[in-house]
């Protein structure tokens, strides 16, 4: 049965290797690991947000979403700037 999900790029490692952290409803459920390469090259970064359908425990389809790479990242970054400006005022 094949299962589509968002992914989000964790981490790559050793240059070669892509850890990617599946989500349901905004919590992880899941990792996969797979060769960079059969990531598009647009999101062979960091908090790389992807659509990706997976099968017995393995990637068969991967999109990347830039919007929402951007996204969360603007939320993240506005969170970050609201707690340095808390820590700003002690």
């Known amino acids: 049965m094949t299962e589509t999900a968002t992914a989000v790029l964790d981490r790559i490692v050793d240059g070669e290797t892509a850890v990617l952290l599946v989500e349901a409803d905004g919590d992880v459920v899941d990792e996969l ?3 960079v390469e059969e ?3 647009p999101g062979r970064e960091e908090g790389a947000v992807f659509d990706v359908d997976v ?3 393995e990637l ?3 999109e990347h979403r830039p919007e929402e790479t951007a996204e969360r990242r603007r939320r993240a970054q506005d969170r970050f700037d609201r707690l340095s400006e808390r ?3 002690e």
């Open 55 to 57: 099968a017995d425990g």
């Open 87 to 89: 820590l700003g005022e």
């Open 60 to 62: 068969r389809r991967v």
């Open 33 to 35: 690991t797979v060769p």
């Open 39 to 41: 990531l598009p090259e």
